[in-house]
């Protein structure tokens, strides 16, 4: 289903797209910043809505919290907002103090996109052009992002082609809290992260370049336990992020990219995608959102500020290339 959710301080039109049926997961995503607004699953007989949303658009036109936003150009951080490809350097907007986050001031998540197929309960595609110069990026970019719903998952497909090189790491940033009442903490959820490694931060919460292990850290989210984080003086790195704000890089043989439950376990939310995972543990939200309720954010995506770190996994899309990530969410309530 297609309806219309709001017209933008501009007057163009918004539309929210429903996908999924009763029986099982329904999602709603609107054509402002391919935002995912609802992701909802029946659990003991009623349904509940496992991420964060605002009633209305002009809130998502106000958000600078990337509420349930697609991040790009490049999602996460872009240390010193610049990088240098094929010997030229690229300033683009510094939005978080000196560094990049988030593709920027409006990224792909302030954008209108555009509905190029649609399925009725089962499928949407959209598009988005992003043309050269934007945010400082280079390169004509071609961005989709295809839903597929099922009873029990969801899966995102989001590809992008350039006609010049540039940076590109797309991913996904709901809030999530899995339990009936949003204004429970959400640090009472549970967390698995398959991950042996993260990837410690310098101030500006950029990466410094190497992998330290979770062993033997608050890091160590190898078996599902309480995500709340230990007062934050007992690690200098938690101390730098105010909690957790960290990039965890997944095992080879990792079976997902994490999977978070409620704290009485009625229900368990398994992810894919990679090959790293951001972990935030919300808790700056409620300074900007009071009034929205708490929740965590994990994204499985590219490394934070590849595009100046050699030893990361490369994020250059090149002319003739094709970018392609996927995300999935499976729930199943127990």
Not at 49 to 73: K, N
Not at 197 to 226: K, M
Request: charged letters at 20%; glycine letters at 12%; a negative charge.
């Amino acid at each position: 289903m297609i309806r219309p959710f709001g017209l933008l301080a501009d007057g163009r039109g918004i539309d929210a797209i429903t996908l999924g049926t009763e029986r099982g997961l329904q999602v709603e995503v609107l054509t402002y910043g391919a935002i995912l607004r609802r992701l909802t699953y029946p659990v003991r007989g009623v349904r509940r809505d496992l991420i964060l949303r605002f009633d209305g658009l002009a809130q998502y036109e106000l958000d600078r919290a990337y509420v349930g936003s697609l991040v790009g150009r490049f999602g996460n951080r872009i240390g010193g907002s610049r990088f240098e490809l094929d010997g030229k350097v690229h300033e683009v907007t510094a939005n978080e103090g000196a560094n990049h986050l988030h593709g920027g001031a409006w990224g792909f998540g302030k954008r209108v996109w555009r509905v190029l197929d649609f399925t009725e309960t089962r499928r949407v595609l959209l598009g988005l052009t992003s043309p050269d110069g934007e945010e400082g990026y280079p390169g004509n970019v071609e961005v989709t992002a295809e839903l597929v719903v099922k009873p029990g998952s969801l899966s995102i497909i989001l590809g992008a082609r350039s006609d010049a090189a540039t940076p590109i790491n797309l991913t996904y940033h709901p809030y999530f809290n899995l339990q009936a009442d949003p204004r429970l903490p959400a640090t009472d959820q549970r967390l698995r992260i398959p991950a042996n490694h993260y990837l410690p931060v310098v101030p500006g919460l950029i990466p410094e370049g190497g992998l330290a292990s979770v062993e033997g850290t608050p890091f160590d989210f190898r078996t599902s336990r309480p995500l709340q984080p230990p007062p934050i003086e007992s690690h200098p790195q938690l101390s730098l992020a105010g909690g957790y704000d960290h990039c965890w890089v997944l095992a080879n043989d990792a079976d997902c990219a994490c999977e978070l439950s409620s704290p009485d376990q009625d229900i368990k939310l398994t992810m894919l995608g990679g090959p790293g995972l951001q972990f935030y543990n919300g808790q700056f939200l409620a300074r900007s959102h009071p009034t929205l309720g708490n929740g965590v954010i994990l994204e499985p995506q590219g490394f934070p500020n590849a595009p100046n770190e050699p030893r990361f996994p490369p994020a250059v899309l090149r002319p003739g290339a094709s970018y392609s990530v996927g995300i999935e969410y499976r729930v199943e309530a127990m």
